[in-house]
């Protein structure tokens, strides 16, 4: 019966990988095209063990061709392939697509490369420079022995690990990056030092590197009550400490608290 019983279990695997891949073509949208190439990666990895991602993109750009010469498709799902294949020979969004496909569940973080790709038009998808919001990779210089307040020195506060990640999404978002927080966070020893440097700490605990992928926006719109609750005291320690996070930040966690946990 075993035999059978795996042999069930593997069809019912595959035609449900199937039907994940072949939405798209029954529902046409940005969601499923994504949703849809990242359960292909999933399906090509069990078929092709060893195989890299890159020859898994070698056979769905002659696959994404011959879809957009196919006259049976329809304008939409001719224009939402073509726009992929678009992103495919961009190397900044290629990059973000190839975090998206390395990441699990797809349906966590599948909108990072939506928003990159809206706006790779605009400034090879840079968001041009807000007032009150931080640019990536522009460090403030502050003078010695001055926090960031103004005010005289002392030692930081004990924040956790989870509030110092948080709040370096946080600073992407507000600067209109989350697509390149999303490959910075699978990057553990950048993003420890980029945290280390924006915010001026010196060590962070060996939970931090646990974190490695996580997103609190997953956590924050889920149904799970119990994590989102969990949250909470992360975004209180950012909007308790202005001089660590500077402003604009404590100010989109407090935003986040009245909106999710009052």
């Not at 294949?85 to 939506?114: C, G, M, N, T, W």
């Amino acid at each position: 019966m075993k035999p059978i019983s795996r042999g069930l279990s593997r069809l019912k695997w595959e035609l449900s990988m199937s039907w994940r891949a072949a939405k798209v073509d029954f529902i046409p949208s940005q969601k499923n095209v994504l949703l849809s190439f990242w359960y292909d990666f999933d399906s090509f990895k069990v078929r092709r063990p060893g195989a890299t991602i890159y020859t898994f993109l070698d056979t769905r750009v002659v696959y994404i061709k011959e879809k957009l010469e196919d006259p049976k498709n329809s304008h939409r799902r001719r224009q939402l392939w073509g726009d992929l294949l678009d992103a495919l020979h961009q190397p900044r969004l290629r990059k973000i697509i190839i975090v998206f496909l390395e990441s699990s569940p797809p349906e966590d973080h599948y909108l990072p490369v939506v928003e990159a790709m809206k706006r790779a038009w605009r400034d090879d998808g840079e968001l041009p420079e807000q007032p009150g919001v931080p640019s990536a990779g522009v460090e403030t210089e502050q003078p010695p022995g001055e926090s960031k307040e103004g005010g005289p020195p002392g030692n930081p506060p004990e924040l956790m690990a989870k509030t110092y990640y948080i709040a370096a999404e946080l600073y992407y978002e507000l600067s209109g990056r989350q697509d390149e927080f999303q490959v910075l966070c699978r990057q553990m020893d950048e993003l420890t030092a980029f945290v280390k440097r924006q915010f001026k700490v010196a060590r962070l605990a060996g939970t931090f590197d646990k974190l490695k992928g996580y997103t609190y926006k997953a956590v924050l719109t889920g149904r799970d009550a119990a994590k989102k609750g969990q949250l909470r005291p992360h975004f209180r320690q950012i909007a308790d400490n202005p001089q660590v996070f500077g402003e604009a930040i404590t100010g989109r966690a407090r935003e986040i608290l009245a909106e999710h946990f009052n």
